[in-house]
């Protein structure tokens, strides 16, 4: 087997059990067995890793090269011998407080699970984990793979959005604050903005493959696993909800930024123009007074100059007290 391959193991009646080293072999012996399957884990193959892994189980050539090339949308394709189901894990990064998403392919057929995985995130050692103690899931064979893996995933968006919740509620702190000083606020709201729609983008072009499972009838997957697709169905639209409501909140949040920076500009034009118009006062009289003309009232008085200064400096504290009422100062 290539070295690719995570994991690979056969499951007879739920239980992990010994399977030949060859593939071929391994699945012609769970099909025959009737209550076992094949189910091989892959990280990040390349084109000449995986194509024995594709010719062995007979996957499309259409699927391989969208499981090979990655960079998929969340989809479900049905093809003659497999089932392809495309899924974005999303994770969270505590230190640098972003949002990454990696990418996640299963391969469902006869007897057989196939999954490929890109990016670190949503390792499926866990899921595996978890199955494996307990038997009866794992006893419906391929599909109890495909519910587990989907559970899993959905259910990290919820717990990644209430990180989201918690960084959005730091931002609309910072957006009103009674004294802001933060000047890249308006950056960090657009690109927390810019995680949001990376999520999006994880969830809700997965909203309609979720429903097929849930209430279609798909081939490869057992019938009686719809309640248990609509329940991720129900968790999934929950996380999509979450979403959309973070980003309404991110636009609001960055409006009203903008709204503030616009109110603190008036504010600073009405101080500058109050302290500017006090200053006109004694410049005007100042620049009355020193013009060279002989004719000119109380010039000559000696209570004059004493006399000019006081209006000026009575006018100044008198619109400085009439600015300071009105709240320009």
């Not at 049905?78 to 299963?106: H, I």
């Not at 802001?180 to 308006?186: E, G, P, R, V, Y």
């Not at 008085?301 to 400085?320: D, E, F, K, R, S």
Request: hydrophobic share 45%; charged share 25%.
């Amino acid at each position: 087997m290539p070295s690719v391959i995570v994991d690979c193991a056969m499951y007879r009646d739920g239980r992990r059990s010994a399977a030949p080293d060859d593939l071929s072999d391994a699945l012609d012996e769970a099909r025959a067995s009737g209550d076992a399957f094949l189910w091989v884990g892959m990280h990040e193959p390349t084109e000449e890793e995986f194509e024995h892994v594709s010719r062995e189980f007979r996957l499309h050539k259409l699927a391989v090269e969208d499981a090979l090339t990655a960079h998929q949308r969340p989809k479900l394709e049905v093809y003659d011998d497999s089932l392809f189901v495309v899924l974005k894990p999303v994770m969270y990064d505590d230190d640098s407080d972003t949002v990454t998403t990696g990418e996640l392919m299963l391969f469902i057929g006869d007897s057989f699970v196939v999954t490929v995985r890109h990016g670190e995130g949503a390792p499926l050692s866990a899921v595996r984990h978890r199955l494996e103690h307990d038997p009866e899931v794992l006893r419906h064979g391929p599909t109890a793979v495909l519910y587990a893996v989907s559970d899993a995933v959905v259910d990290h968006y919820i717990e990644v959005a209430a990180e989201l919740q918690v960084d959005l509620e730091e931002v609309e702190a910072d957006v009103f604050a009674p004294q802001a000083t933060d000047k890249n606020t308006a950056a960090r709201i657009y690109a927390f903005k810019r995680q949001v729609l990376e999520f999006r983008r994880a969830t809700n072009p997965l909203l309609q493959p979720m429903d097929r499972l849930a209430f279609g009838d798909v081939p490869f997957v057992h019938e009686h696993a719809q309640p248990f697709f609509r329940d991720v169905a129900d968790h999934l639209t929950k996380a999509s909800e979450y979403i959309e409501g973070l980003d309404r909140l991110l636009s609001d949040a960055l409006s009203a930024h903008l709204a503030q920076m616009g109110v603190r500009q008036n504010d600073d034009m009405r101080k500058i123009s109050a302290w500017a118009a006090m200053a006109a006062v004694p410049t005007m009289v100042a620049g009355i007074y020193g013009m060279n003309f002989d004719h000119m009232p109380e010039l000559r008085q000696v209570w004059g100059y004493p006399a000019v200064i006081l209006v000026m400096v009575g006018t100044c504290l008198g619109l400085h007290r009439l600015f300071k009422s009105r709240g320009w100062l």
